[in-house]
């Protein structure tokens, strides 16, 4: 449980102190040349070192998302720990309320912070004895296929595309696909899956018509058939994955484009992969994006240009 009374969330030396501390453990690391020998500058602003090796000045959030930010730290912090904390998401326009900052503000910070939650997904997932649940959903509306004011109409082929793996009590990993067929899927899963992995998926051919030896064991359930578990054999965990994602995403954000989708699924994979149930509650989790940071920057161009 978390107090937003706390000194970081409310001082923005006390929250520079608070990410010293939790980056650096008391030891300054320059971002220019890795070197840990440094010393404070006295007389100058707080928080500012120079490194022995490079000669270079450095504060703690240089280098990181933070970097060149006219937002006090301690906002920073508690943007943060609102997002972290939030099982479905916090708006933009709750944090620009919230914390007493323009929407413009509010909408580059939440894309800041998210791209601080982006994690290193090259290696497979699963392995020898354990099990990994592959499914795809469908959200929202592309509107290069169907612009505005025409006609919806009925299946999927209209909206977002979105495929999740998800190792039993591990992690799980997300993508926005732009087809939802063997040639789009079967590369990633052959990519992000250990061979020697226990797979379930549900009977769609994208999956039913992959080679038998491509992992340990494959298995489905026929949801046509009203089969929704059989022992082992389901795909219920990452349905209930799916759940928190769509209800997060119709319910807070109601509105996401193509160009930022990828984003917000990068968001719903960070809360989940440190959830409660593998050990980590709402500080713990602030606390591992704040560790993110780090070699991670982001300017306002970029944002706005995938949205153009």
Known sequence: MCDLTKPHFQSADKAREYLEELRWNGNPVCPHCGDSGAYAISGGRKGLYKCKSCRKQYTVTVGTVFENSRVPLNKWLMATYLMASSKKGISAKQLERTLGVTYKTAWFMSHRIREAMKEDT??????????????????????????????????????YKVLSLVEREGKVRSRHVPAVNANTLRPILDEQIDKATQVYTDEAAQYTMAKPAMFAKHDYVSHSKYEFCRG?????????????????????????????????????D????????????????ANMILKGIQGKRLTYKGPVQAQA
Do not use: A, W
């Open 232 to 268: 082992d054999v389901n795909t219920n965990m990452i349905e209930g994955f799916f759940s928190i994602f769509k209800r997060g995403m119709n319910g807070v954000y109601q509105h996401c484009s193509k160009e930022h989708l990828q984003r917000y699924l990068v968001e719903f």
């Open 270 to 285: 960070f809360r989940y992969n440190y959830r409660e149930k593998l050990g980590y509650d709402d500080p713990e989790r």
């Open 122 to 159: 090259s290696g497979p997932m699963g392995g020898e004895g354990k099990t990994v649940e592959v499914d795809e959903t469908f959200f929202g509306r592309d509107k290069t296929i169907k612009p505005k004011r025409t006609k919806k109409g009925r299946g999927y082929h209209h909206k």
